[in-house]
T-cell receptor, first 111, second 111 residues
């Protein structure tokens, strides 16, 4: 059984640029959730995708958007990057609303 | 409101028991979770408890839930140096799509 994978592991972007982060869900899971974890804090919920539809959204602006593909993998897109977007971005997969299993994260640095 | 609170730091000696505490606010939370995060890594699901349970034991881990006081604890028996990490408590209001995390408790295990 393959766990949750994320790519890239690290990246550095400049303020104002756009970024796409990728997540492959665990085998058998149909739901992907994205979280932002700032340094020294707990993860904050961004949004969730279930069967290719957005299934809920946290308190993040519209420049944070996502997609889920037929194979249940997912992308997180962030436009017009700001310095405060620097964080660890975590993807979690689950079977519906059951327990969520996290990937290793993508560390984004915005300069 | 949705809020999860944890103490920031706990230091124990190897072989002792560790108890990490958490309080949550949403009485509708059906499941409560404990995750472990090692430096530079994603979150590892340790255990979870259903809200109609008072206790759950899983090898060295014991979870206690006091629903009246909205208090959750994680006891780690025979704590080892490999248990040094940040531990996050999380609630899932109304079995919803999102997890609400605390800020994490850093556990340091001294040899």
């Amino acid at each position: 059984e393959t766990g949750v994978t994320q790519s890239p592991t690290h990246l550095i972007k400049t303020r104002g640029q756009q970024v796409t982060l990728r997540c492959s869900s665990q085998s058998g899971h149909n739901t992907v959730s994205w979280y932002q974890q700032a340094l020294g804090q707990g993860p904050q919920f961004i949004f969730q995708y279930y069967r290719e539809e957005e299934n809920g959204r946290g308190n993040f602006p519209p420049r944070f958007s996502g997609l889920q593909f037929p194979n249940y993998s997912s992308e997180l897109n962030v436009n017009a990057l700001e310095l405060d977007d620097s964080a660890l971005y975590l993807c979690a997969s689950s079977l519906g609303l059951q327990e969520q299993y996290f990937g290793p994260g993508t560390r984004l640095t915005v300069t | 409101g949705e809020d999860v609170e944890q103490s920031l730091f706990l230091s124990v000696r190897e072989g002792d028991s560790s108890v990490i505490n958490c309080t949550y606010t949403d009485s509708s939370s059906t499941y409560l979770y404990w995750y472990k995060q090692e430096p530079g890594a994603g979150l590892q699901l340790l255990t979870y408890i259903f809200s109609n349970m008072d206790m759950k034991q899983d090898q060295r881990l014991t979870v206690l839930l006091n629903k009246k006081d909205k208090h959750l604890s994680l006891r780690i028996a025979d704590t080892q140096t490999g248990d040094s990490a940040i531990y996050f408590c999380a609630e899932s209001p109304d079995s919803s799509y999102k997890l609400i995390f605390g800020s994490g408790t850093r556990l340091l295990v001294r040899p």
